[in-house]
């Protein structure tokens, strides 16, 4: 079983930044594709972020182009998100997945991830 653990959620003021971090146990970083989710209650999750872990190919929800960036440090075996300018509307729990095979193909297509973590959570007030 694959593990996966986020953390660096919290609360911060529009236009203010957070990154989160994801670390994964064991053999997660042999994945295809990590991605970053978010859901606020009552809504589906939705796709933010994806890196294809062999390129560091990187893919974005059109919400957070620009502002939000995800990145990759292989020897800590870990995938982060960098999120900037953020807006009252990214406040929501936050998902880290990993994707064991098929690249990074359909980058948002929940279906395809295999492994989750538990989330953070980020608040963002006007």
């Known amino acids: 079983q694959v593990q996966l653990a986020e953390s660096g959620g919290g609360s911060v003021q529009a236009a203010g930044s957070l990154r989160l971090s994801c670390v994964a146990a064991?053999?997660?970083?042999?994945?295809?594709?990590m991605g970053w989710f978010r859901q606020v209650p009552g809504k589906e999750r939705e796709g933010v972020a994806a890196i294809l872990t062999g390129s560091g190919t990187t893919y974005y929800a059109d919400s957070v182009k620009g502002r939000f960036t995800i990145s990759q440090d292989k020897s800590k075996n870990s995938v982060y998100l960098e999120m900037t300018s953020l807006k009252p509307e990214d406040t929501a729990m936050y998902y880290c997945a990993a994707r064991p095979w098929g690249g990074c193909g359909f980058p948002f297509r929940q279906s395809s991830y295999a492994y989750w973590g538990q989330g953070t959570q980020v608040t963002v007030s006007s």
């Open positions: 064991d053999n997660t970083y042999r994945q295809n594709c």
